[in-house]
């Protein structure tokens, strides 16, 4: 049998795991900030023609399934596994997203970085030869979140400057193997659980930013490449705050970046025009920037080789009223176009 | 593959504590500092023109005639209705974003953490979403200030005056 593993935290795809279509599914303000043209299909508000967020949001996930199927011209019944995430308790968007789908499902939670778990867990099963089409698809509902993880939406709380703004979104990516196309995932590292005791609960960034040092060291490690092997390393969610921990927490680690390293959540919106304080967050983040930003630019030939760290915040407001610390992991996919 | 190599992370690994010692440092320094200034300004502002508007509405009932006290009460009655209805109307979550405490702390923002719930949890039913979540926010003012209400008026009490 192929040995996939790599060093001591990392999968080879081998010869990769194919990315056959991707559809992304975003609110009004994420269309409204500067990667709006990228994403395929915008809500006309929050809500969704639903009487709550969990609904829409559930809704958003289902049409990015569906949508992700037609591009790949695949009917529900051609894949084997679906794999979701998302950020409520008990997995509820990812349920009732696909409870009407004829698909064997797998849910999966590392808070934001559900993306990049999902591509794992279906990764390993692609090539492990226990499917041959998997969608992974995941969601992330500002409002929805709000109400779990802090206050009620309407209530009047001014947010400090390192706050970050849960992306509405969802995002899905078809998987095939063998891949039938140039553009593959080829290598991907599982993060550990880090926690740095960060307590605030708006300082996701700063929480998430050693999670995303850790694996990118150890991707870099067991691989044995450079950082610049990447054309672009694109973290999930730590905001322009965030992003600067990491760029120094790298540097103590004596790995200089001298490549394009960006975060989803800085990118998507606006920051001086949009009242999103450090950027955004939430599994919306890397999913909808990666699927809608960056997959739609690789065949432009904008980047080659692209490192994906999807950040997640394992946050339990309990846990941190009980005073506490908030832990964090990372997942890293390497996706790349294969030379011919 | 297990056993020997299996390396334990975290708190044994002198890279990694050395790196968890001067982290609170290396994010403190990065955080994005709150525009104190700003914030006090603006809360100043917003604070002072809703207590301006309370007063008003005082001087309004006083002029009609009211006593001091009848017009103190009814003057908290109209703020709270206006502070009711702009959080319906989704005013209030924006002025709270903007102002802060200066919108926060008046007898509005009490209306605003009383409605807030209500509105979010009418989706879970009356009883068991509006109703038990009503003072999920305000639960914690009204306790704290009845338990300072019965301490000061018994230490009033007692010193006889």
């Not at chain 1, 958003?60 to 596994?81: F, G, H, R, T």
Request: proline residues 5%; contains cysteine.
């Amino acid at each position: 049998m192929t040995q996939r593993k790599a060093g001591k935290r990392s999968i080879s795809f081998g010869p990769g795991v194919g990315i056959t279509a991707s559809s992304t599914v975003v609110g009004p303000m994420e269309a409204a900030g500067p990667l709006g043209r990228y994403f395929d299909t915008v809500l006309p508000d929050t809500k969704y023609g639903e009487k709550c967020w969990e609904g829409t949001e559930s809704k958003m996930l289902k049409e990015a399934c569906e949508s992700v199927m037609q591009n790949a011209k695949a009917q529900p019944e051609d894949v084997d596994i679906i794999v979701t995430s998302d950020l409520l308790n008990q997995l509820t968007s990812s349920s009732y997203a696909v409870r009407e789908m004829p698909i064997n499902h797998l849910g999966v939670y590392s808070a934001c970085a559900g993306f990049a778990e999902g591509v794992i867990v279906a990764g390993m099963a692609l090539v492990g030869g226990f499917a041959s089409k998997a969608v992974v698809a995941v969601s992330s509902h500002h409002d929805a979140a709000e109400r779990q993880y802090r206050f009620p939406t309407e209530l009047g709380v001014q947010r400090p400057p390192w706050a970050q703004w849960t992306v509405t979104g969802a995002g899905a990516a078809f998987l095939e193997f063998p891949a039938p196309d140039p553009l593959v995932v080829s290598r991907a590292t599982l993060g550990r659980v880090v926690d740095y005791g960060v307590k605030d609960a708006y300082d996701m960034g700063a929480a998430m930013a050693p999670a995303a040092a850790d694996t990118i060291e150890a991707h870099l490690q067991d691989f044995g490449l450079p950082i610049n092997h990447y054309d672009l390393i694109l973290t999930g969610d730590l905001g322009s705050y965030g992003l600067e921990v990491l760029r120094e927490l790298l540097a103590r680690r004596g790995i200089v970046v001298d490549t394009q390293l960006e975060d989803c959540g800085a990118l998507i919106y606006d920051r001086n025009k949009q009242d999103v304080h450090s950027g955004g967050s939430g599994l919306g983040s890397s999913a909808t920037v990666f699927n809608g930003y960056v997959l739609k630019q690789i065949p432009q030939g904008r980047w080659r080789k692209v490192l994906l760290v999807a950040t997640g915040a394992l946050h339990s407001p309990v846990r941190v009223k009980q005073s506490e610390s908030i832990p964090s992991v990372a997942h890293a996919i390497g996706v790349e176009v294969k030379e011919s | 593959m297990m056993g020997s190599n299996v390396k334990r992370p975290s708190s044994s690994d002198p890279v990694r504590v050395e790196h968890q010692m001067d982290f609170d440092a290396v994010a403190a320094q990065m955080r994005p500092k709150p525009l104190l200034a700003r914030n006090l300004a603006v809360a100043y502002l917003v604070g002072g023109v809703i207590c301006m508007g309370g007063q008003a509405i005082n001087n309004l009932l006083l002029s009609l005639g009211l006593d001091k006290a009848a017009a103190g009460g009814r003057t908290a009655v109209v703020l709270i209705f206006i502070g009711a209805l702009l959080t319906g109307l989704g005013v209030y979550d924006q002025l709270g974003r903007f102002g802060g405490a200066g919108s926060a702390i008046p007898i509005t923002g009490f209306a605003n953490t009383v409605v807030a719930p209500a509105m979010e949890f009418t989706r879970e039913g009356y009883v068991l979403g509006m109703a038990a979540q009503l003072f999920s926010v305000a639960g914690p003012v009204l306790v704290y200030g009845l338990a300072s209400a019965v301490v000061s008026a018994a230490v009033r009490y007692a010193a006889g005056f």
